[in-house]
């Protein structure tokens, strides 16, 4: 049974960080390619970040240079490292799992980031 647990979101002021952890189950996580998504009140959900089985990382335009994606295949874990964070990117932080063309995706339940004074 694939099971994706998110963890690390909660209260931080602007210009804070975070660390969000996804810790992955159920599957061959070293396979997979690991992404972060968000979805902010009233909005679609969104790419966040995303790295390849291979260990190659790509962002979106509105976190590159403040957010870092990296994974650690012995823990079958994927995280988010968010600094500088902004009032705008409060939102429900979502893990997805994904074996391109074989199976997935998998979701996690989310962790909410709120960036406020």
């Known amino acids: 049974q694939v099971q994706l647990v998110e963890s690390g979101g909660g209260l931080v002021q602007p210009g804070g960080s975070l660390r969000l952890s996804c810790a992955a189950s159920g599957f061959t996580f070293r396979y997979y390619a690991m992404s972060w998504y968000r979805q902010a009140p009233g909005r679609e959900r969104e790419l966040v970040a995303a790295i390849s089985s291979s260990d190659t990382a790509d962002y979106v335009e509105p976190v590159k240079g403040r957010f870092t994606i990296s994974r650690d295949n012995a823990k079958s874990t994927v995280y988010l490292q968010m600094n500088s964070l902004k009032p705008e990117d409060t939102a429900v932080y979502y893990c997805?799992?994904?074996?391109?063309?074989?199976?997935?995706?998998?979701w996690g339940k989310g962790t909410l980031v709120t960036v406020s004074t």
């Open positions: 997805k799992a994904q074996q391109y063309y074989i199976d997935g995706p998998y």
